[in-house]
C-alpha cells in the first residue's frame, strides 16, 4: 500500500497547564476526505493548524508523505508548505481587502509559480472558472463579494498552488444552506479532478455524513472513534 | 389586527451611476403574538427590510412604500416620535450580536447602558433584566455581569443580548440571523430561547434567518426572498415541508439531510435585474413564459406563491 499522503501519530497540545489533546492519531489517503468532528473548543482548530505549521504541537509527529514535519530542515519544510494548505471558516481574513478579486487569486502564483504575465492570467482565468466565478466577480474587491463567492475565491487562490492537502476549517458555516451545498460539492468535484485529500474540520455531523470517506470524533482530548462511511476512494 | 403591514415596500441603494434593488415590492402582515419567518440566501434582503422599517438605512438608501406599527404609519413619523419606538415598542436583536456588545465593558456596565441611553432608570432596568435572565436560562446572572463580552460563548451573548432587547418589553421583536454561525448545542439553545420567547412572554416576532431548522421550529408563517422578492408565503410546515416554488424546493434540497444537492448558478445581479422571473436562469421548471413575463404574487391554496405555475407539486 502506498504511504498516506498525511499520518498525524500520537499528537498532543497543551497551553500552559491547559491540555488541549493528547495522542491524536490518524491518517488520510490521497483523494480522501477525512472528517473531524468535535465540540467547539474541543481542539479541532488547533490541529488543523498545527498540520499546516501555524501552531507547533507540545509532542507527537505529522508525517506528510512519510516525513515528518516537525523535525524537518527550514529548506526542506518551505518546499512542502505550498502543498499543505488550510481554509477557515472566515475566509476573508485570507484575502487582501486592497486588491481586486483576480489580483488576490493570482497572488500566490506569482510568488510561486515564476510564470509570465500572460500564462499566469490565463491559468489564474482557467481556476476561476474551475471554480465558478464570473468575470463580474473578479473585478471586485473582497468587501463587495458575498460569503460564498470568498471561499470560491479562497479555493481558486488555493488549488492555483497543486496542493495535496487542504485543512478545510468550518469552510461553510457562516454560509446560507444552498450556498453550503454548492462550495461542499465544489470541492468533492476539485477532488475527483486532482486527487487532492480533504480534512474537513466540522460541529456539523449531517454534513460530515454526506461528503467525507470517514469521520475521526474527537472528544475529551483525543480520537476516540473513526467512522467508516461507505464511499468508494477515487484515486 | 395586525401588529405590523408593510405594503409595497421597495428599497434601492444609489452607487455611482448604479442602483442595487435591494428590496421590491414586498408586502406582509404580522399578527398579535404571531412569528413570522423571513428566509432566504445572504443578499436577498432580509436585513434591509428589517432595517428600513425601523428606518435605519444609510442616506443612500431609497425607500418607498408604507409600514404600519399599529395602524401607525412609521415613515411618516418625525425623528422624536421614532425615538420613542425604536428600541422600545419596536427592538431589534443585530444580526452580529458580537458586534453589539462593547468589549471593553463589563456585561453589567453594558446593560446599564443602554436604559441610561433610552433614559430608564438604571438600577429598575437592571432588576428586570436580571429577573429575565434567570428565566431564559442563564444560570448565575450576577456573575455572569462581573465578566466581559468575550468571556462568553455565542450562546450566552444572545441571550444576553435577548434579556436586554426584552427588557423594555417590546411589542415587536426583530430578530436578524440569531444562529449564525453558532455550533449545534448553541443553535438548539436559541430555538429553546425563542419557542420561550414566544410562548411565555407572548412576543410578536420578525425571524430573519436562513437556519429553515430554526425557522420550522419556531415560526409561524414563513415569506420566503429570492432576489429582494417574496416568492413565498404560508404557513411554515407548508413552506418547508411541502414547498410549492421551484426556489424553496431548491432551498430544501440543500440542506445536507435532504440530499446536499445545489442549486445551478447563482442569483442575478441586483443592478441589472432579468427580464420575467428573477429565479428563470436556475429554474428546473421554467419554460418560455418565465423568460417574457415578471410573476405577480398569487393566492395558492391559502397562501401567497410568485411563479406562473402555481400548481407545481
Ligand atoms: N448600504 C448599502 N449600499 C448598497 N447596497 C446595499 C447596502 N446594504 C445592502 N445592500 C444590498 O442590498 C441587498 C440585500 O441585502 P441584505 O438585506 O443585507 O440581504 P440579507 O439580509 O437577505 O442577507 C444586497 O444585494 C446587498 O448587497
Ligand atoms: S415563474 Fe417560471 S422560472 Fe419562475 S419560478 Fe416559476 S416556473 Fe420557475
Ligand atoms: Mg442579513
Known amino acids: 500500500m502506498s504511504l498516506p499522503i498525511l499520518a498525524v501519530n500520537e499528537l498532543a497540545m497543551s497551553f500552559g497547564t491547559l491540555e488541549v489533546f493528547r495522542s491524536v492519531s490518524f491518517s488520510v489517503a490521497r483523494g480522501e476526505t477525512l472528517g473531524l468532528f468535535g465540540k467547539s473548543g474541543s481542539g479541532k482548530t488547533t490541529i488543523g493548524k498545527c498540520i499546516v505549521g501555524l501552531e507547533r504541537p507540545t509532542g507527537g509527529e505529522i508525517r506528510v508523505q512519510g516525513a515528518n514535519i516537525l523535525n524537518m530542515g527550514k529548506k526542506e519544510f518551505r518546499k512542502l508548505r505550498p502543498k499543505i494548505q488550510i481554509i477557515f471558516q472566515h475566509p476573508e481574513t485570507s484575502l487582501d481587502p486592497r486588491m481586486k478579486a483576480f489580483e488576490n487569486l493570482i497572488e500566490p502564483l506569482k510568488l510561486h509559480s ?23 466577480h473578479l473585478a471586485r474587491y473582497p ?14 487562490r488555493i488549488m492555483a498552488l497543486s496542493p495535496d492537502f487542504i485543512v478545510a476549517d468550518e469552510p461553510t458555516s ?32 449531517e454534513v460530515l455524513r454526506k461528503v467525507c470517506h470517514r469521520i475521526a470524533y474527537l472528544d475529551n482530548g483525543t480520537i476516540t472513534s473513526i467512522e467508516n462511511i461507505k464511499r468508494d476512494v477515487k484515486r | 389586527m395586525s401588529l405590523l403591514e408593510i405594503k409595497d415596500l421597495s428599497v434601492e441603494f444609489s452607487a455611482r451611476e448604479n442602483t442595487v434593488k435591494a428590496v421590491s415590492h414586498v408586502f406582509f402582515k404580522v399578527r398579535e403574538g404571531e412569528t413570522l419567518g423571513l428566509i432566504g440566501e445572504s443578499g436577498s434582503g432580509k436585513s434591509v427590510i428589517g432595517l428600513a422599517l425601523l428606518r435605519l438605512l444609510p442616506a443612500n438608501a431609497n425607500v418607498s412604500g408604507t409600514v404600519l406599527f399599529q395602524g401607525q404609519d412609521l415613515f411618516s413619523l418625525r425623528p422624536s416620535e421614532l425615538r420613542k419606538i425604536r428600541g422600545k415598542r419596536i427592538s431589534l436583536m443585530p444580526q452580529n450580536p458580537a458586534g453589539a456588545l462593547n468589549p471593553v465593558l463589563k456585561n453589567r456596565l453594558q446593560i446599564e447602558e443602554v436604559f441610561e441611553e433610552r433614559g430608564i432608570d438604571k438600577k429598575e432596568g437592571m432588576k428586570k ?42 411589542e415587536l421583536m426583530i430578530a ?54 417574496i416568492v413565498e408565503l404560508d404557513k411554515a410546515s407548508k413552506v418547508l415541508n411541502a414547498p410549492s416554488h421551484p426556489y424553496t424546493k431548491g432551498l430544501v434540497r440543500a440542506q445536507p439531510r435532504n440530499g446536499l444537492v445545489p442549486l445551478s448558478g447563482q442569483s442575478p445581479s441586483r443592478i441589472s435585474l432579468p427580464e420575467g422571473c428573477f429565479f428563470h436562469e436556475r429554474c428546473r421548471y421554467s419554460n418560455i413564459e418565465c423568460f417574457r413575463k415578471h410573476p405577480e404574487m398569487k393566492n395558492h391554496n391559502g397562501g401567497w406563491i410568485r411563479c406562473h405555475f402555481q400548481s407545481l407539486q
Open chain 1, 143 to 156: 468587501i463587495q463579494l458575498s460569503g460564498g463567492e470568498i471561499q470560491r475565491i479562497v479555493l481558486a
Open chain 2, 176 to 229: 436578524d440571523e440569531p444562529t449564525k454561525g453558532l455550533d449545534p448545542e448553541a443553535k438548539e439553545g436559541a430555538v429553546e430561547l425563542f419557542t420561550k420567547i414566544k410562548n411565555d412572554y407572548g412576543k410578536t416576532m420578525l425571524l430573519i434567518t436562513h437556519d429553515l431548522d430554526l425557522a420550522l421550529e419556531v415560526c409561524d408563517r414563513i415569506a420566503v426572498m429570492y432576489a429582494g422578492e
Open chain 1, 114 to 136: 515564476g510564470l509570465k504575465q500572460d500564462a499566469l492570467l490565463k491559468w489564474g482565468e482557467e481556476l476561476a472558472e474551475l471554480t465558478g466565478l464570473r468575470p463580474e
Open chain 2, 129 to 170: 433584566s436580571l429577573r429575565l435572565m434567570k428565566k431564559l436560562l442563564l444560570r448565575d446572572p450576577e456573575k455572569l455581569c462581573d465578566l466581559y463580552p468575550h468571556q462568553l460563548s455565542g450562546g450566552m451573548r444572545q441571550r444576553l443580548i435577548a434579556c436586554m432587547s426584552l427588557s423594555f418589553e417590546p
Open chain 1, 174 to 205: 457562516m454560509l446560507d444552506v444552498s450556498v453550503q451545498a454548492q462550495i461542499l460539492r465544489l470541492m468533492q468535484k476539485l477532488q475527483r479532478e486532482t486527487g487532492v485529500s480533504y480534512l474537513l474540520i466540522s460541529h456539523d455531523l
